[in-house]
């Protein structure tokens, strides 16, 4: 027996709930969502199909006899339900988008933030790994699904099957469109600092691209269409085929991503995107004279050493060569492989602590007229660095290591 969350009203079998929730619009008017069909899952859905879907993918009668479902509850807010792995982590994505803290839900891991993407991208670096275990409290499994499903018979399961499957819609994540914008971004961001690939350059590649992609893969796609459609025995218009080719190409996340308007479509945009979606650090504009006009810009050191020591290996790095330097004063006391083994490093009360971080400055003047020339006229330009002193010597020398200060 079934029972309708809003109304009590009991029905037999789950697709006649179906069809109740369905028809019955005095239920669910504008505004309203749609809740799951099983009383002991408490997801709730914008549209029809979001909730087809839903069942589909997490309540299918086949398969809920012998299985077990797990229980997410979230810390922030305890929310207790019957879910996947995917709708846990979408109900901790609403918190951060709320702006509220979010701790990671894995074990061993003390990571905080309340940035969405910040979030996003901990979880794909730090966890994306198949060894991942979540803290105590957080997941556990229950078998509450094998007595809802205990009164449905054989027919009863397909006949619901056979509904679930004809309204299922192809069950893409809604934040896949957004990763694979990010990733773009990531690798033209990479163009432009790492290979030191010019705005123009780039632009000129995104125009070729939005190209190939759009208005040159469109008869290609249509043409494909047309092979599938034929090798299956399907009845179909030509214009039907043209459509949904031409909204194959405009959909596509890339070409929506760097077309006209696009995030990533010209330089200011791209430079406003990496602003909003990536830990760029600001400089700060500290006024010298006034009168001259004689400045400075200041890298803030700690909110470099944040982002740089959010990498888990760095900071494992860092930690283990103190640790080693340490273990190794007594064995290899006359020899001198860097500054640690100096003596007034040694005797620094400050530096020779084991959880101390070093770090090394030092200042290139350079002209920006000329690279190659004196640095002595009125265009040279004086640059401080830092290095992070804990890391392995052969980080050192790395230019990925060397930062702006």
């Known amino acids: 027996m079934w029972r309708c969350k809003d109304c009590g009203i009991v029905l037999r079998r789950r697709s006649e709930l179906l069809k109740h929730y369905k028809l019955n619009h005095r239920h669910y008017g504008r505004g309203h969502s749609y809740p799951c069909t099983y009383l002991n899952c408490t997801c709730r859905f914008k549209t029809w199909n979001a909730l087809l879907s839903h069942l589909s993918r997490n309540h299918p009668a086949q398969q809920t006899i012998n299985k077990a479902a797990s229980t997410f509850t979230c810390h922030i807010c305890v929310h207790n339900q019957l879910c996947t792995e995917r709708e846990f982590f979408q109900h901790i994505f609403n918190h951060l988008k709320n702006k509220e803290t979010v701790t990671c839900v894995f074990q061993d891991c003390e990571y905080k933030t309340n940035i ?3 979030f996003k991208s901990h979880k794909y670096r730090k966890h994306s790994g198949t060894g991942n275990i979540f803290k105590p409290g957080i997941n556990s499994v229950t078998e509450s699904f094998a007595s809802l499903a205990s009164d449905i018979s054989d027919g009863e399961r397909i006949e619901s099957n056979d509904n679930l499957d004809s309204a299922f819609v192809d069950g893409v994540s809604e934040n896949l469109e957004k990763d694979i914008e990010l990733k773009l971004a990531s690798v033209l961001l990479k163009l432009e600092n790492i290979f030191l690939v010019s705005n123009a350059a780039v632009d000129e590649l995104l125009q070729e691209f939005n190209y190939l992609i759009g ?3 469109l008869p290609i796609t249509q043409k494909t269409i047309n092979q599938v459609l034929q090798d299956n025995g399907c009845q179909f218009d030509q214009s039907v085929v043209k459509k949904l080719a031409s909204a194959l190409c405009d959909r596509n996340p890339v070409k929506k991503a760097i077309g006209d308007k696009g995030p990533l479509s010209s330089a ?4 406003a995107y990496y602003k ?3 830990n760029v650090v600001e400089p700060v504009e500290y006024i010298l004279d006034q009168k001259n006009g004689k400045s400075f810009q200041y890298i803030p050191i700690l ?3 944040v982002q740089i020591l959010d990498c888990q290996t760095i900071l494992d790095q860092a930690v283990n060569l103190n640790t080693l330097d340490k273990e190794s004063q007594g064995t290899c006391a006359q020899i001198y492989r860097s500054f640690f083994d100096g003596a007034l490093f040694k005797e620094n009360g400050l530096l020779s602590k084991q959880e101390s971080l070093s770090l090394i400055l030092y200042i290139d003047d350079f002209e920006i007229c000329n690279p190659l020339g004196t640095s002595r006229r009125k265009h040279n330009i ?7 002193g804990n890391l392995p010597p052969g980080c050192n020398s790395a230019l990925s290591s060397i930062y702006l200060c």
């Open 116 to 118: 969405y993407e910040n």
């Open 382 to 388: 004086c640059g401080l660095y830092w290095i992070l």
């Open 268 to 271: 200011w945009r791209r430079k």
């Open 303 to 305: 909110k470099s050493l």
């Open 215 to 217: 208005s040159l893969s």
């Open 276 to 278: 909003r979606h990536f």
